[in-house]
């Protein structure tokens, strides 16, 4: 991790995936491309981050509001494969399961925290 980067306003903890918005977004007033500097985060809500675009030609600003997701890996290969007994097994349990899906694999997908 480089610690070498321009200033860039104060928040110390720059989320990586800010990157991947330069080049994307545009300037709903002029079109013109955002840079990295002219995003700036201003909030966060859940998977929700609201960020501050000022365009560098045209002076206008705008609230883009980028919804993020953590990544599942996948399992390494060779480990962690679902064999033929854990299929039938899976099989069994939801053959006999009568609740809902929800109960099955677990209350909502938000973390409990
Ligand atoms: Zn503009």
Redesign the pocket.
Same mark, same amino acid.
């Given at each position: 991790m480089t610690s070498a980067r321009p200033h860039d306003g104060g928040m110390s903890e720059t989320p990586s995936w800010l990157d991947g918005l330069v080049g994307n977004v545009r @300037? %709903?007033? @002029? /079109?013109?491309l955002y840079a990295r500097g002219d995003l700036k985060p201003v909030g966060q809500r859940d998977q929700h981050w609201f960020i501050r675009c000022t @365009? /560098? %030609? @045209?002076?206008?600003q705008g609230i883009a509001v980028v919804m993020v997701q953590t990544a599942i890996e996948p399992p390494p290969a060779g480990r962690g494969a679902i064999t033929v007994d854990d299929v039938l097994s899976a099989h069994e349990l939801l053959r006999d399961y009568t609740g809902n899906v929800d109960g099955l694999f677990g209350a909502g997908s938000s973390r409990s925290r």
């Open positions: @300037c %709903a007033a @002029c /079109g013109r @365009c /560098g %030609a @045209c002076g206008s």
